[in-house]
């Protein structure tokens, strides 16, 4: 049997279908499983235990390439190899976890027998379907997912989030660790203060004034994570008093995924690096606003959501004059909740 999944991102859309490939697999053991994905989060599946192949889309880049009239040849022969290898093996079920436009067109383009998604029009993408599930939105993404693999008649009781970490990821991270001087004997706490959102950030002085805390009443290490040491992460630094390292730009995702198995808590907003965490079994505290906790919060029961029930939210809104969801949230709260995280392991 050849199953196709198409899930394409973000990070914590992939993390989110990571219990649904390992139901996949339960349920057929012997089958072909090929993933196809976006390149941001492909690292997230690389010489993954349960994946058979994993086929990378450069689409971002080959539209930027194609728009600004450069590579073309090169990018056009890409592309068809893309799909080439898209079509070199006759799908018996292809399974869109996406739901958009993007994905439905792979999904085409793979010539699979049996094409299953959700039955919503969003983007057009149920009309590409011969097969449909209703698309509950009141569930957190993981069950969502899931919902796949229960029509299928797999067993979806105990949802894992399989990651293909290698000891090579962690010794990378205790050499970087090392080479920074943080002294890791008693743990030590991760932070990632950025979000896509603007309307997802907490005030870079709160932040500072809450890891210098953390530093100096629990005498706990703070090790900052992002995708880049610029920006937020320097300037929340800027303002502390207390020392702290930062390993921002310096990871790969499952890099990433061995430094936050080893932390003792992760404090972060709402954002690809909550839910990696999260899926690596490290308590999370999570900061949210503009989103819904219930529908992509940190999956588990071993973390803290702090969230203020405002009328207006979640609003789900990318911008936002007041901000007022994420500004009322307190230094004294989250250091608390770090506190009952790190007063709790084990």
Not at 81 to 90: E, H, K, N, T
Not at 159 to 170: A, D, Q, W
Not at 292 to 309: F, K, L, Q
Request: aromatic residues 8%; positive net charge.
């Amino acid at each position: 049997m050849n199953i196709l999944i198409v899930k394409l991102s973000a990070i914590g859309d992939v993390i989110h279908t990571l219990p649904s490939l390992a139901s996949l697999r339960r349920c057929y053991p012997q089958a072909h499983i090929t993933w196809v994905v976006e390149e941001a989060a492909s690292d997230l599946l690389m010489d993954h235990p349960l994946l058979d192949r994993v086929l990378i889309s450069r689409r971002k880049r080959w539209i930027r390439d194609l728009k600004q009239g450069r590579h073309r040849g090169a990018v056009l022969r890409e592309i068809t190899g893309f799909v080439r290898s898209l079509r070199d093996r006759p799908y018996d079920l292809v399974i869109d976890f996406h739901g958009l436009l993007k994905s439905a067109l792979f999904v085409l383009l793979s010539r699979g027998k049996r094409k299953l998604g959700y039955d919503s029009l969003q983007e057009g993408s149920g009309l590409f379907f011969n097969e449909k599930i209703p698309e509950d939105m009141t569930k957190h993404a993981v069950e969502r997912y899931l919902d796949f693999p229960r029509h299928l008649g797999c067993d979806t009781a105990k949802p894992e989030f399989p990651i293909g970490l290698r000891e090579t990821h962690f010794k990378r991270m205790q050499a970087l660790l090392a080479e920074k001087k943080i002294d890791i004997g008693r743990g030590f706490v991760g932070v990632s203060p950025v979000a896509y959102w603007e309307t997802k950030l907490w005030d870079e002085a709160k932040f500072a004034a809450l890891c210098d805390l953390i530093v100096t009443e629990l005498g706990m290490p703070v090790v900052f994570t992002g995708e880049s040491p610029e920006g937020v992460i320097a300037r929340i630094r800027s303002l502390m008093q207390a020392p702290s390292a930062s390993v921002a730009g310096e990871t790969t995702l499952r890099e990433l995924a061995a430094l936050y198995k080893t932390a003792s808590v992760l404090l972060t907003t709402d954002s690809g690096p909550m839910h990696l965490a999260a899926a690596v079994g490290t308590p999370v505290v999570a900061l949210f606003g503009p989103t819904s906790p219930e529908r992509t919060g940190p999956y588990g029961d071993r973390h803290i959501v702090i969230r203020h029930g405002l009328p207006c939210s979640p609003c789900f809104r990318k911008s936002c004059d007041s901000l007022e969801c994420m500004k009322t949230i307190s230094v004294d709260e989250v250091f608390q909740a770090a506190k009952e995280r790190l007063d709790n392991r084990g």
